[in-house]
Structure formats: structure tokens, C-alpha cells
T-cell receptor
Framework: KQEVTQIPAALSVPEGENLVLNCSFT??????LQWFRQDPGKGLTSLLL?????REQTSGRLNASLDKSSGRSTLYIAASQPGDSATYLC?????????FGTGTQLKVEL | EPEVTQTPSHQVTQMGQEVILRCVPI?????FYWYRQILGQKVEFLVS????????KSEIFDDQFSVERPDGSNFTLKIRSTKLEDSAMYFC???????????????FGDGTRLSIL
């Protein structure tokens, strides 16, 4: 059974700092990995999708990497802003479903 | 940008009653999903649906639950005989425009908050 873990559970940083969120998964037989953002009481916004054959994807200030063999992914956020404050979720796709981690709650302070 | 829409945003129901949660997936998507998130817990997979049939379901998705695509645009989740522990945020998602489903992101709606009293 796939298990997805995210560390840290919570993170507070000053504005402008670069930061890394970590995700690990137990079963490397995945189709892809997605990073999502969730604002309080809201739905999930897809940030990046990395296919299993890829090593990284970039979108603006976000860069996600994938090491499928070791079961790890990182989300790098450059020059963080208060608007980046949210919970970031990692999810791996296997079969016809996503398995989610518990998320990292990020707060970017002025 | 196309989006997944869910109604209602909040549903309050007495225990034992039936509820139907509604979703309109993105119009050219072929794969549909329901997930739920109990307050403070992980997002959990319930069911996936393709070509008018369930393609995968979790242990949570027992006989109490059913899904339907009654027409070309709606996708519904029915919960019979609701229990207190069914209280959660329910998310609908859709993906895929063809054989490359596995390389396309799932797009989520804003969810329906279900409160069972």
C-alpha cells in the first residue's frame, strides 16, 4: 500500500527566503507526482505535475524534482511571498487514483 | 480557464438521510474522481470513474456510496443512510483527454462541506 509522507509538517519563514518542501513515497511504481496548494477551506490547486520519466518541472518561482528510485520529491519555492502562505500537498498517482501526503503548512511572514 | 464546479458548497443533513453531491467536470475530460478530507486529516481517494463505470474504488467506498453520470455534464456522489463519520469535505476531480491520462493533472473543484448532525 502506497504511503506518502511530507516534512516538515509546518514551516514559517520570512518573506524573500528560498525554501524546500519534502515528500517521500514508499512504492516507486507511480505514473506521476503532483504538487498541490490548498488554501483554508478551499479546494486543491494543481501546481506542478512530474511524469515518472522526468526529473524536474518548473513553473515560475516553483521547481519540483523527482527521484523515483529513492521515492522522493522536493518542491523548491524561490523568493517566497506572503501570498505563498498555504498548505502544500504532494500526491502520487498509481492505478486510477492519487495518494496524498498530510501536507506542509507554510506561513510566509512580512 | 475551465474548472471543475461542485454544488452545494455546504450541505447539512440529519444522520440517516441520503445526500447527493454534484459535480460538473471540465467538459472534455474523460476521467472523474471523488475524494474526501476529514477535518485535519489527509485527502483520501474514494472512487474513479471512466467510460460510465467505476475503474477503481477504495475500502471507504462501500455499499453506502454510489456514483453516477446521469448526463453528459454532471457527475454525482450519493451517500445513503449518512453517519456522523461521513462529515467531511468532498472533492470532485477530473482529468484526461485521451490515452495520455496518466500524464495529465487531476483538476479539483472547491469541494462540498458535508455536515451530518
Amino acid at each position: 500500500k502506497q504511503e506518502v509522507t511530507q516534512i516538515p509538517a509546518a514551516l514559517s519563514v520570512p518573506e524573500g527566503e528560498n525554501l524546500v518542501l519534502n515528500c517521500s513515497f514508499t512504492d516507486s511504481a507511480i505514473y506521476n507526482l503532483q504538487w498541490f496548494r490548498q488554501d483554508p477551506g478551499k479546494g486543491l490547486t494543481s501546481l506542478l505535475l512530474i511524469q515518472s520519466s522526468q526529473r524536474e518541472q518548473t513553473s515560475g518561482r516553483l521547481n519540483a524534482s523527482l527521484d523515483k528510485s529513492s521515492g522522493r520529491s522536493t518542491l523548491y519555492i524561490a523568493a517566497s511571498q506572503p501570498g505563498d502562505s498555504a498548505t502544500y500537498l504532494c500526491a502520487v498517482e498509481g492505478g486510477n487514483k492519487l495518494t496524498f501526503g498530510t501536507g506542509t503548512q507554510l506561513k510566509v511572514e512580512l | 480557464e475551465p474548472e471543475v464546479t461542485q454544488t452545494p458548497s455546504h450541505q447539512v443533513t440529519q444522520m440517516g438521510q441520503e445526500v447527493i453531491l454534484r459535480c460538473v467536470p471540465i467538459s472534455n475530460h474523460l476521467y472523474f474522481y471523488w475524494y474526501r478530507q476529514i477535518l485535519g486529516q489527509k485527502v483520501e481517494f474514494l472512487v474513479s470513474f471512466y467510460n460510465n463505470e467505476i475503474s477503481e474504488k477504495s475500502e471507504i467506498f462501500d455499499d453506502q456510496f454510489s456514483v453516477e453520470r446521469p448526463d453528459g455534464s454532471n457527475f454525482t456522489l450519493k451517500i445513503r443512510s449518512t453517519k456522523l463519520e461521513d462529515s467531511a469535505m468532498y472533492f470532485c476531480a477530473s482529468s484526461g483527454q485521451g490515452s495520455l491520462r496518466s500524464n495529465q493533472p487531476q483538476h479539483f473543484g472547491d469541494g462540498t462541506r458535508l455536515s451530518i448532525l
